[in-house]
């Protein structure tokens, strides 16, 4: 039976009626005619309006050219228009005309959005846009499909949907930008009082030169105790007497949060059924790696549960009462006759207290998350071989500040083939981010070579070559990108394609990439010629031209050509075929 939610004790006079929590408990496996029609698909389209809509239409490109602005696949619509950046909105749209074409692809085209460490795009905000839209028009699908889900992300994503459900889905949006609004207030006030200070400062230099009075006689006294001014003492009063309605305000603060979680909750079935889900996965994974903690289990099999489970009293928690939820399962009263003899309030307190004691504290030492140890200041202790791949790229002037000379000498290790560096959940472009802008970063190196190594053993881009096209209009991300997968195929591929780039120009180049770090190879690329169009056949005459003159058998043959570029094409070729 699912476990009710009641939150912290503040907010008692807000909780629902024990009436409304059984009914609630007993309406989360029964059958209910909202959310069948939902699964039903009575919303969705027609079969003449999605007949409609995979007729291929017409359109121009920039450059005027003739072209179709759909496949005539939603599928292949959404996977190929659902790029990082792409508004939510757009998002909704393709995955809706994708789901009602065909559902279970669309479903795994949603989870590829996520897909980290190779499995798809690592496209996070795509992905909450994706599956916010399935649990407004098919919430059970979501719900019934987190284990699977979870398999493409990391468990956090679970919370993070939970809280863009209460508060709203652009709630990370609007926070940001306010947080950008509050820098910019900041840095006006700052620069408009240092304008201030420094007109008052030669002012006042100013008139000092005007009056320069005669230096008076100094005559000692003894230095009388000063009272504090009855002023001053109304000023520290007032600070004191502010002081409990500021702590007041934090503790309503809290309130209002746990209110609007209950309110969703008991209010929104659908919420509640994926909130359950949530619960039940949480508990059942920190349940599994508890056993692995027995003297016969095997710790190398327990997951990440702990670590992407949020802490009781953190952000989380707070805002959606998960916390709470999961400690209910791990801990029912009926598993501890002491915990059947308390209050609802006190039962709660002692079901987290020991959700945080004993289960997240001793399986995140098994962990040795890194957090762990910063927290604690134990630098010395810290395992560099045990920390993720976003994290190293996150902590490592950290690492470098506190505990240098351990640091430095894992990245030796490394170096030296002695120890390893992960690399598995970052982009190229992500990886190689302070080699493009120049700066000779040792952890960036070390993570771009694990990446290399690991893709050359997989084979998969063997025979490759990139056009890159380094022109002003790419500048950013694009460019970024652009560089980055650049050199990446020129190291993958094999002689005498290894370390080459074509040029995006309409006399296309081949260039070998100089330089030993990664730095000066990508500065190199960045400074390759470019033009405003490419012609493709002159790309391929300079591949066959480059094969014939190494006498190339078939097999090392160029087998796929990516062109990285922001450029509408107008034709291919100056020939008429």
Known sequence: APCLLLGPPLIRAARPSPATAAAASADTDASHPFLDLLDAAFNEPSAEEIKAALKPRRALTENCSATYANSGNPCLDFFFQVVPDTPPERVRSLLAAAWAHDAPTALKLACN?????GTGKSDKEGFYAAALWMHENHPRTLACNVAALAEFGYLKDFPELLFRLIHGADVRKVAKAGVEADKVRRKAKALAQQREGLRARLAGRKRARELAPEPAKVETAPVAVQEPKPEAMEVDSKKTADKPRRVSKKVRKVAKLAVQSLETYYGDRAYRFLFDAVAEFFAALLASDLEQLAPKGKKRKIGLAAKWCPTPGSSFDRTTLLCEAIARRLFPRDSDPELAQLSDDHYTYQALRRLRREVLVP???VLELPEVYMSAQRWSELPYNRVASVAM???????KKHDEVRFDKYLEDVEDGKAKISAG???PHEIAAPAYRGEDDNVSELQWRRMV?????????RNCISVCDVSGSMNGTPMEVCVALGVLTSELSEEPWAGKV????STPEIHLIKGKTLAKKMA???RMQWNMSTNFQAVFDQILRTAVNARLAPEKMIRTVFVYSDMEFNKASGMGH
């Open 113 to 117: 959005l996520r897909g980290v460490r």
């Open 363 to 365: 399986l995140r030492k």
């Open 393 to 399: 790229r996150r902590y490592k002037f950290l690492f």
């Open 425 to 427: 959940a970052l982009l």
């Open 453 to 461: 190594d690991d893709l050359r053993s997989k084979g998969s881009l």
């Open 502 to 505: 074509i040029t995006f120009s």
């Open 524 to 526: 190199f690329v960045k």
